[in-house]
C-alpha cells in the first residue's frame, strides 16, 4: 500500500516516474575485439608463389636488358668492322692505282734514258728533250712513292734523278764515256725500284 501511495504522490506532483532497469534494458557490453586470425598454408603458399613470379619476372627483364644492351653493342662493333673494313679497302684501292702510275712512269723515264743513251752511242750530244721527259717521268713517280711511303724507292729515284743532272754537265762538256756511266749507273737505281714497286703494298707498308 506504501507503493500505491507514493505512485498516487508521484502523479499528484506530475512527475513522471523512472522505470527502474531490467535485466533486459540494461546496456549491452561491448565484445573485445578480436585478434587477427593466423594465415593458413594455402594463403602462405599463394604469398609464396606470387614472391615466386614477381622475382621471376624481374630476373627475365633483367636479362632480356643485358641481352639488348649485347646485341646493340654487338651491333655497334660490327658497324664499326665494316667502315674500317671499307676505309682500309678505299685505301688499298689507292695504294694500288698509286703503284700503277709509279710503274708506268718508271718504264717511260727509263725508256727516254735509253732513248739518251742511244743518241750518245751515235755521238749525238741533243739529249737534252729525252732528258726532260726523263726527269718529268721520275718526278711523278718520286712523288706517287713519297706518298705511299715507299722510303727505299723513294731514295733510288732520287739518286737516279741526281744521276741525270750529272748527266748533263758531262754532255755539255762532251764527256760521252762519263755520260754514259751516268745513265747506266741511273738505269740500275730504276731496275731496283721498279721491282721494289712490283710488289703490292699493304696500308700500312713503309719501308720500301
Given at each position: 500500500?506504501?507503493g500505491?501511495?507514493a505512485?498516487?504522490l508521484t502523479l499528484?506532483?506530475?512527475?513522471t516516474?523512472?522505470p527502474?532497469?531490467?535485466?533486459?534494458d540494461?546496456p549491452?557490453?561491448?565484445?573485445a575485439?578480436?585478434?587477427g586470425?593466423?594465415?593458413t598454408?594455402?594463403?602462405?603458399?599463394?604469398?609464396?608463389?606470387e614472391?615466386e613470379v614477381k622475382?621471376?619476372?624481374?630476373?627475365?627483364?633483367?636479362?632480356q636488358?643485358?641481352?639488348?644492351?649485347?646485341?646493340?653493342?654487338d651491333?655497334?662493333?660490327l658497324?664499326?668492322?665494316e667502315?674500317?673494313?671499307?676505309t682500309e679497302?678505299?685505301?688499298?684501292?689507292a695504294?694500288?692505282?698509286?703503284?700503277?702510275q709509279?710503274?708506268?712512269?718508271?718504264?717511260?723515264?727509263?725508256q727516254w734514258m735509253?732513248?739518251?743513251?742511244?743518241?750518245?752511242?751515235?755521238g749525238?750530244?741533243s739529249?737534252g728533250p729525252?732528258?726532260?721527259y726523263a726527269?718529268?717521268?721520275?718526278?711523278?713517280?718520286l712523288a706517287?712513292?713519297?706518298?705511299t711511303g715507299?722510303g727505299?724507292?723513294?731514295r733510288l729515284?732520287?739518286?737516279a734523278?741526281?744521276?741525270l743532272?750529272?748527266?748533263?754537265e758531262s754532255?755539255?762538256?762532251?764527256d760521252i764515256?762519263?755520260?754514259?756511266?751516268?745513265?747506266q749507273a741511273a738505269?740500275?737505281e730504276?731496275?731496283?725500284?721498279?721491282?721494289?714497286?712490283l710488289q703490292?703494298?699493304?696500308?700500312?707498308?713503309?719501308?720500301?
Open positions: 500500500m506504501n500505491w501511495l505512485l498516487s499528484l506532483l506530475g512527475q516516474p523512472t527502474s532497469a531490467t535485466p533486459d540494461r549491452l557490453v561491448e565484445p575485439p578480436q585478434q586470425q593466423p594465415p598454408v594455402e594463403e602462405l603458399e599463394r604469398t609464396a608463389r614472391l622475382q621471376l619476372r624481374a630476373e627475365v627483364e633483367f636479362l636488358a643485358q641481352l639488348e644492351a649485347q646485341q646493340q653493342a651491333q655497334n662493333r658497324q664499326n668492322l667502315q674500317q673494313e671499307a679497302n678505299a685505301r688499298a684501292q695504294l694500288e692505282e698509286l703503284r700503277q709509279r710503274l708506268a712512269r718508271l718504264r717511260s723515264g727509263y735509253v732513248t739518251a743513251d742511244q743518241l750518245l752511242e751515235e749525238d750530244f739529249v729525252a732528258l726532260a726527269r718529268q717521268d721520275l718526278s711523278e713517280a706517287s712513292a713519297a706518298e715507299r727505299q724507292t723513294v729515284i732520287e739518286s734523278l741526281g744521276r743532272a750529272t748527266l748533263e754532255v755539255e762538256q762532251r764515256y762519263q755520260a754514259r756511266l751516268e745513265l738505269g740500275f730504276l731496275t731496283e725500284a721498279w721491282r721494289l714497286s703490292r703494298q699493304g696500308a700500312t707498308l713503309v719501308n720500301q
